[in-house]
């Protein structure tokens, strides 16, 4: 996996990070009132919450053109992707 394959794939973790710790620096360095930590907090627990519900389970590799057409009769949303490394 290439650096800008892993930025790409972790965009917003990494994204929620940087936003969440630089206003922990800021905090820190005012030293503000419970409520601004509560909100704080409460946007840590927010970006947690956002990250692990917008996790979809493994992949799943059609093995044959019939699984393809399975999955897309099947009534429910798919996303069929088609790679190559070439």
């Known amino acids: 996996m290439t650096a800008a394959q892993f930025l790409n794939q972790h965009s917003f973790l ?3 990070s940087v936003l969440l710790g630089g206003w922990l620096v800021f ?3 005012r030293r503000p009132r419970r409520a601004v ?3 704080w907090v ?3 627990a927010l970006a947690f919450g956002v990250f692990f519900r917008l996790r979809t389970a493994a ?4 093995e ?3 699984d393809v057409e399975r999955a897309i009769s099947s009534g429910r949303p798919t996303l069929v992707e ?3 490394d070439f």
Do not use: C
């Open 14 to 16: 990494m994204t929620a």
């Open 27 to 29: 905090l820190l360095a």
């Open 37 to 39: 930590w509560a909100a």
């Open 42 to 44: 409460a946007a840590v």
């Open 59 to 62: 992949p799943h590799a059609f």
């Open 64 to 66: 044959t053109a019939d």
């Open 82 to 84: 088609f790679y190559s």
